[in-house]
C-alpha cells in the first residue's frame, strides 16, 4: 500500500470515475458497493474532497446518510464484470460482493472498508450533503436523466477526504 496525494494519477482517475468507479458503504456489519460514474474531486474550504452524487433510491444513499462516510475505488484492472452486478442489482437484496466473489480490506482512517482490489482508494468523510433542487436544473439535463414523474434525484455528497492510497 502506497499513500499518495488525493490527487495523485487525477487524469487517470477522472478517467475511470467517467466510465466507472465504486463507491462503498457500510453498517452494522453490512458492505455494499455501488457504482459511481457522476462525482468531482477538488478542493474547497481549504480540503481535499470527493462529491458523490447519489439518487435517493439508493440503498447507499441510506448507508450514508446514517453514517456520513464512504470509500472510493479507481480500480487499476477490468472490473466490468463486477460492475455490472454492482450497477444492476440492490444491497438491500443481495450481497453483491459474495455474488462478485470480490473482497474488501479494512480502511485506515474510517469504519466503512475499501475494495481490495488493485487500484487508488480514497476514505471520505461527509461535511455537507445537499439534496438537487429540480426547478434549478437545466431542462436538457433534467430531460436526459430524470423522469420529473419518479423525483428520484441526487443528493450531491460533499465529503473530506481523509485518506488516499494506492493497493497494487
Not at 8 to 37: H, P, Q, W
Not at 54 to 72: A, G, M, N, Q
Not at 142 to 149: A, K
Request: some cysteine; proline content about 5%; aromatic content about 12%.
Amino acid at each position: 500500500m502506497q499513500t499518495v496525494p488525493f490527487n495523485f494519477n487525477a487524469g487517470k482517475n477522472l478517467e475511470i470515475l467517467s466510465k466507472t468507479a465504486f463507491l462503498t458503504t457500510y453498517r452494522m456489519g453490512k458492505t455494499n458497493v455501488m457504482v459511481t460514474a457522476w462525482g468531482a474531486l477538488g478542493v474547497m474550504w481549504k480540503l481535499p474532497i470527493f462529491v458523490a452524487l447519489v439518487r435517493k433510491s439508493r440503498y447507499s444513499h441510506d448507508l450514508i446518510e446514517k453514517t456520513h462516510e464512504f470509500s472510493v475505488t479507481f480500480p487499476y484492472a477490468d472490473m466490468s464484470k463486477a460492475a455490472e452486478i454492482f450497477g444492476h442489482h440492490s444491497g438491500r437484496d443481495m450481497n453483491k460482493l459474495e455474488k462478485c466473489g470480490l473482497a474488501t480490506r479494512p480502511a485506515r482512517r474510517i469504519e466503512t472498508p475499501v475494495l481490495d482490489v488493485p487500484g487508488m482508494h480514497l476514505e471520505c468523510n461527509v461535511i455537507y450533503a445537499r439534496p438537487m433542487n429540480a426547478e434549478k436544473l437545466d431542462p436538457a439535463i433534467q430531460e436526459l436523466w430524470y423522469d420529473r414523474q419518479s423525483n428520484d434525484y441526487h443528493t450531491f455528497f460533499v465529503s473530506h477526504i481523509l485518506d488516499s492510497y494506492i493497493t497494487p
